[in-house]
């Protein structure tokens, strides 16, 4: 029997396969929250991450990559970052309009439905020395696991702007 595969997660595995990008999947059960994905994930290696999509006063968007336990200080990130004014939180109708993915399965990934390049993705630089950082690929019963210079491989073919910060500081 075969596994369906979302048009949309084809296309997307098939886009990082052309940049030479291999990809391996982990399935998991459906989940709610990051500590159900915990205990669902298995033993899957590699830094498991949390992804923001947050908004300036200007309505500038920012998708931010960190460490799933990471801290995360909203009332000082937008100096940063270089943001107009204090950042919120995105609405899901915003996740589900310009990155094409619902709120609990947001991911880097999505970026290649962000046609119009709205948002800056913001990487927390205390990841991008780690072996794998797994993210959900378009939906969130699934990871991927990807090296840094793979994600940042994929955030340039999708024609994005791109920070690496210190969110921790």
Do not use: W
């Amino acid at each position: 029997m075969k596994t369906y595969v979302d048009p949309r997660q084809q296309e997307l595995i098939e886009f990082l396969e052309s940049l030479g990008i291999k990809v391996s999947r982990v399935p998991y059960p459906p989940h709610g929250t990051v500590e159900e994905g915990r205990l669902l994930r298995g033993d899957m290696p590699g830094t498991f991450t949390k992804n923001l999509l947050l908004k300036d006063k200007k309505g500038r968007l920012f998708l931010v990559v960190a460490e799933e336990t990471q801290s995360i200080d909203l009332r000082t990130l937008h100096v940063k970052v270089g943001a107009n004014g204090r950042l919120g939180f995105a609405s899901p109708d915003i996740v589900r309009e310009i990155l094409g993915v619902e709120p609990g399965a947001l991911t880097p990934l999505a970026l290649m439905h962000d046609r119009n390049h709205a948002a800056t993705v913001v990487l927390d630089g205390k990841i991008m020395n780690d072996d794998q950082l797994n993210f959900h690929p378009l939906i969130n019963t699934e990871s991927i696991g990807l090296a840094p210079i793979h994600l940042i491989q994929f955030i340039t073919a999708t024609c994005h702007q791109y920070i690496v910060v210190e969110l921790d500081t």
